[in-house]
Nanobody, 116 residues
Framework: QVQLVESGGGLVQPGGSLRLSCAAS????????MSWYRQAPGKERELVAS????????GYAESVNGRFTISRDNAKNTVHLQMNRLKSEDTAVYYC?????????WGQGTQVTVSS
């Protein structure tokens, strides 16, 4: 079955960096676009970044553009989110998502807390 397992979250000071990873299994990873979302307390889940199946094209929310970078390694079935110059408003649970045959599959999420 489809499994997405996020890792790499934690507590970081404002201005710091974190690199999230999502390990995928149970589907043909190299054929699917992947996305990162986040959900802050009391807010709706929002799209952060997405990447095409080959990695040739990426897209970002305006709030993270220029600070975050999404990438993937199709040989390792992994998608990453490099987060730089983190701000307190980046605090959220971060999820990776795969859309497969019209259905959305989510990981369990990883907590990112930006605080001094």
């Amino acid at each position: 079955q489809v499994q997405l397992v996020e890792s790499g979250g934690g507590l970081v000071q404002p201005g710091g960096s974190l690199r999230l990873s999502c390990a995928a299994s149970g589907f043909t990873f190299s054929s699917r676009a992947m996305s990162w979302y986040r959900q802050a307390p009391g807010k709706e889940r929002e799209l952060v970044a997405s990447i095409t199946s080959t990695g040739g094209s990426t897209g970002y929310a305006e709030s993270v553009n220029g600070r975050f970078t999404i990438s993937r390694d199709n040989a390792k079935n992994t998608v990453h989110l490099q987060m730089n110059r983190l701000k307190s408003e980046d605090t959220a649970v971060y999820y990776c998502k795969a859309q497969i045959n019209g259905g959305n599959y989510w990981g369990q999420g990883t907590q990112v807390t930006v605080s001094s």
